[in-house]
């Protein structure tokens, strides 16, 4: 039993000509789960290499609903649940998010969205481990949703279908906040730079001080602080 005829990992042997205990994969096999026969789906690249702009299945309620429950828990920690990248985490002093409602993101392709949950962007990074491809492009369908619920046409809705502004229907449901439905800002306590619109969806960096350091993040007002240590 000392010296039993089997392959240790990473050691070599005679028993084949190359050497290598380990062998290659079998030609044209593919691992399971790996087949990736539509690239388009895991990629969200056309042919030419460039973002996409169609989905990859058609967009059904269900679809939408899985992406606004995938999106509450994996985006809107930083994009917030309305996708104006001021969320919680950035209310807290990480870096701004991405807003979903700016030019430039509105005009961006849907596979422009996977293509960022699936390699990172900027200060975000990948999600491709948490989120699976199918449930990403779900995310897409969803935050298509909520570019059109803030720029929406009354041409966009249904014949006979009447249309208010959410300030009215505020006021109806007894919520009698004056602020409420005003443009969005990001928040500018524990934000650092300048305010510039995350248009670009990569914030500027944070300025450090004179001695090399980063300043603290300012706390947000209310807040409540720890007392300063005291020696005994």
Known sequence: MQDQPKFIPQRGTDFYTDGRS????????????????????YTGLGADGKEGSAMPFPVTMEVLERGQER??????????????????IVQRGYRPAGNFHTPRLMAMPLGHFF?????????MPDYKAQVS??????????????????NAKPADEAPGVQVESLSN???????????????WALPKTAVYG????QDNGIPPALPPSANGKYPPAQPLPGAATAPAPTNK
């Open 133 to 150: 491809p199918a449930d990403r492009w779900a995310i897409v369908a969803y935050i298509k949703a909520l570019q059109l619920s803030q």
């Open 115 to 123: 293509n960022v949950m699936t390699n990172g962007y900027g200060a």
């Open 22 to 41: 380990a062998r290659p994969q079998v030609e044209n096999t593919v691992a399971r789960g790996q087949l990736h026969q539509d690239p388009y789906f």
């Open 194 to 197: 300048t305010p510039n619109e």
């Open 71 to 88: 999106f509450n828990i994996y985006c809107a920690p930083c994009h917030s649940r309305v996708g104006n990248g001021a969320g919680m």
């Open 169 to 183: 229907i505020a006021r109806q449901e007894g919520f009698d906040d004056p602020n409420f439905g005003n443009e």
